[in-house]
């Protein structure tokens, strides 16, 4: 009990780790002061936690994070819902409180065929507007949105998910409408609007071999344009058996061959069985729901958290066994309860794929990342 109050008390004003140090007294370790020394340390922050309605996670972003991305206050739907009509409310309360954190401020994201309103792309009947209005369209909407933040925002994922993966390019309207082009297009526009800026490309399944391949010829081509492009994002959103360690540090060695950084952009583990056997990562699968696949509604079984807390730790190994390319880790997500797998890709279910529980405590795997960070040799 007395243990438990202690951990209680340093968790409640920041502390993610007691390391048993300073002869019993509680080290104030935290994620961005240990493993964010090696690469950045981030989350994502909903609109609940931009706008201070959720305290609880605003203060574990803000002591354990030294980066933020935006969950949807950036996407063309939430920004720029209508033509000529922007909504900056919340993306400027998201970009002040990364500055008064002092956080790497992530700009999520420029071109998704998601959260995309239908007047982006159509015209008043309906139809795919021509390329050229296209162009025009995608130009002020990076030069306005990227401009706006010009200087405060330290990296754009500035195309999202322009790929199948089986490698090809997948059928949006932007590929409808302006082929190939619209990606180079897009970094373009953004470098101009802030030449400063980090600009990025993101997208999952990084670890299936045509896709990977498909996203390295992009950015040779973009390197032989001479446009910038500085990292490249692998999502993960993980499951107990997919992607193998195996495959993402593949991923991560081949990319680093093409001369960019690595980002981890969307870090989460499921708890929780997938509705079918070979399962994609496709975003917007909606299974129907099943008990037999939401098993853990009153809590995880220690020997599946056990399990979770190894599986989650061997891929923060990984990371810092990469730290020499891998320039940011982001969670999607604050706590259990904010994340979106919480209704993917089964609406209803409770899963467990975060760092901070249900209740906004640290799980045991955050002290272990803490004690694996301090073990590794700071060689960078
Ligand atoms: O804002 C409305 C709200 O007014 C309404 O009451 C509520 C009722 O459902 O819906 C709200 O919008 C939802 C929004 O999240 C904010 O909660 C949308 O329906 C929902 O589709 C949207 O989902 C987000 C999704 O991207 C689409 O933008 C998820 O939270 C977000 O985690 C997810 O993030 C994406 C990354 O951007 C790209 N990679 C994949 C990842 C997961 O899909």
Known sequence: ???????????SIGISGCTGKD???????????????????????????????DKESCAIAANQFNSISPEGCMKIKAIHPEEGRYD???????????????????????????????????????????????????????YTVVGRYKGRIKGWDVVNEAFADDGTYRNSPFYRILGEEFIPLAFQYAHEADPDCELYYNDFNLHLTPKREAIIRLVKELQRR????????????????????????????????????????ELDLTALPAPKK????????????????DPYRDGLPDDVEQQWTEHMLSFFKLFLKH?????????????????????WPVRGRVDYPLLFDRSHQPKPVVERIIKETENTPNDK
């Open 278 to 293: 070979d399962l994609g990562g496709e975003a917007w699968a909606d299974f129907e729901y099943d008990a037999s696949i």
């Open 323 to 343: 730290k020499d390319v891998i320039t940011r880790v982001t969670l999607w997500g604050v706590s259990d309860g904010d994340s979106w797998r919480n209704g």
């Open 23 to 53: 002869s019993g007294h509680c080290k104030e370790l935290t994620l961005r002061e240990t493993i964010g020394k090696y690469f950045l340390i981030g989350t994502t922050l909903n609109n609940r936690q931009i706008t201070g309605t």
């Open 88 to 142: 900056f409310a919340v993306a400027d309360g998201f970009v002040d409180f990364g500055e008064k954190h002092q956080q790497a401020v992530i700009g999520h994201t420029l071109v998704w065929h998601a959260a995309l309103p239908d007047w982006f792309c159509t015209d008043k009947e309906g139809k795919d507007v021509s390329p050229e209005v296209l162009k025009q369209r995608m130009r002020e909407h990076i």
């Open 226 to 265: 001479n446009l910038r492009i500085d990292a490249v994002g692998m999502q993960g959103h993980l499951w107990k058996g997919s992607p193998t360690i195996e495959g993402v540090e593949c991923a991560i060695v081949d990319l680093a061959k093409a001369d960019v950084k690595v980002m981890v952009t």
């Open 1 to 11: 009990m007395k243990k438990l109050l202690l951990t209680t008390l340093c968790f």
